[in-house]
């Protein structure tokens, strides 16, 4: 059962329960949400008092007891379409990512960066207006067009940095630790990889699931804000389209999984669930700095897995990440049968446990280096 309690923003609290808890109720997984202030460095927002959206899943036992959790704290950081909340705590079965650690005794957090799910969004985002030309149809009166709308970004890569540092130190405030582990997704790699580079006192562990990694991102910006669209929709048949058009295996998603997580993006919205038949919105994010050279000084021990299937992020650009990462502890997880969304696919489970293996030991089957496949007939490791 989910519990849900609602957490004054930028100070730590006490949380507590009217009855002791007794027996197992130290289990019992709670989810909790925080709601981060901070100053914001969004090019839309810049100067302005925001807040940042942060759930929370972890057992009762931790979080009403205070029980120490040394190592074992993860933020989750979502890629450039779906909020955390959505992308890693599925409510279905057992998808939930962040449920599958909190149960193996993690204290998980999820953070949404500045215009996503329920942190604070641009309100240049709450008008069509600001969509690209050719994605205002069904949005926009034909007879009462648009005026031409300023094109350029709302937020950026070193934004969302300082959204995770401000999250990273309201966690480390909040449960009195000196580091985080990040497990990211897509457009997270840049996130949570450019953000260790940069802060690698606070970072313990990596695990990036198809990481968006390209050799030739440029070190900086040549202009601020860059030009380009401001933000992007995605309506239930244009998610549905991507993802079949990455299934290469019988079965290799639940459709029911599929509408769980669609139902959840609409949640997060209220107000793009109300534009057509209903979309989820995401500003559009110029990313740069996450380099060789950035990633080469990268040391702490990471974890990258592919989906074989997928094609958004070629399986290829994050072997080329696990060549250049300088880390001495790295593993690369090639998944049978995953596309992009491998988090929400049938093999879900296989990512999980290789995760918590990782933010555990350091290992996926035991290997501390190397190439490890799952869900093959025949598992195998290479160096």
């Known amino acids: 059962m989910k519990h849900?309690?609602?957490?004054?923003?930028?100070?730590?609290?006490?949380?507590?329960?009217?009855?002791?808890?007794?027996?197992?109720?130290?289990?019992?997984?709670l989810t909790i949400d925080h709601y981060v202030k901070m100053t914001s460095t969004a090019p839309a927002m810049s100067g302005q008092v925001a807040q940042l959206y942060v759930r929370e899943r972890v057992q009762a036992g931790t979080a009403l007891r205070g029980a120490p959790v040394g190592d074992r704290i993860v933020l989750f950081v979502h890629g450039a379409g779906t909020p955390s909340e959505v992308s890693f705590d599925v409510p279905y079965?057992?998808?939930?990512?962040?449920?599958?650690?909190?149960?193996?005794?993690?204290?998980?957090f999820g953070m949404d960066?500045?215009?996503?799910?329920?942190?604070?969004?641009?309100?240049?985002?709450n008008s069509p207006c600001n969509l690209a030309k050719d994605r205002q149809a069904g949005f926009v009166s034909a007879s009462q067009p648009c005026s031409a709308a300023p094109q350029h970004a709302l937020t950026t890569i070193a934004s969302d940095w300082n959204?995770?540092?401000?999250?990273?130190?309201?966690?480390?405030?909040?449960?009195h630790a000196s580091k985080v582990s990040l497990?990211?997704?897509?457009?997270?790699?840049?996130?949570?990889?450019?953000?260790?580079?940069?802060?690698?006192?606070?970072?313990?562990?990596?695990?990036?699931?198809a990481p968006a990694y390209n050799r030739n991102t440029p070190a900086a910006p040549a202009k601020s804000p860059p030009d380009g669209v401001p933000f992007n929709t995605q309506s239930r048949d244009e998610f549905y389209a991507n993802w079949d058009r990455q299934v290469g295996c019988p079965d290799q998603y639940d459709r029911a999984a599929a509408e769980s997580v669609w139902s959840e993006l609409l949640a997060s919205d209220p107000i793009g669930a109300t534009w057509g038949t209903g979309v989820r919105r995401a500003p559009a994010v110029p990313t740069w700095g996450w380099t060789p050279a950035a990633v080469g000084k990268t040391m702490a021990p990471t974890l990258l897995v592919a989906g074989a299937q997928d094609k958004q992020v070629n399986p290829?650009?994050?072997?080329?990440?696990?060549?250049?990462?300088?880390?001495?502890?790295?593993?690369?997880?090639?998944?049978?049968?995953?596309?992009?969304?491998?988090?929400?696919?049938?093999?879900?489970?296989?990512?999980?446990?290789?995760?918590a293996e990782w933010l555990t030991s350091s290992t996926v089957n035991g290997a501390k280096?190397?190439?490890?496949?799952?869900?093959?007939?025949?598992?195998?490791?290479?160096q």
Not at 116 to 123: E, F, L
Not at 183 to 209: C, F, I
């Open 113 to 125: 960066t500045t215009g996503y799910g329920r942190s604070s969004r641009p309100a240049e985002m």
């Open 183 to 209: 497990v990211a997704w897509s457009q997270g790699g840049p996130r949570a990889g450019g953000y260790t580079a940069q802060h690698p006192e606070n970072v313990n562990k990596l695990v990036l699931l």
């Open 4 to 29: 849900r309690l609602l957490v004054s923003t930028g100070v730590a609290v006490t949380l507590a329960f009217t009855a002791s808890l007794r027996g197992d109720d130290g289990q019992r997984l």
């Open 316 to 355: 290829e650009r994050v072997r080329e990440l696990f060549s250049d990462l300088g880390s001495t502890q790295k593993v690369f997880v090639d998944l049978a049968c995953s596309s992009h969304n491998a988090a929400w696919e049938r093999h879900h489970l296989l990512l999980f446990k290789a995760s």
């Open 369 to 382: 280096n190397g190439v490890v496949k799952l869900g093959y007939p025949a598992a195998t490791v290479s």
């Open 163 to 175: 959204d995770i540092n401000d999250v990273v130190e309201y966690i480390k405030a909040l449960r």
């Open 93 to 108: 079965q057992d998808y939930s990512w962040m449920a599958y650690l909190a149960d193996a005794g993690f204290d998980v």
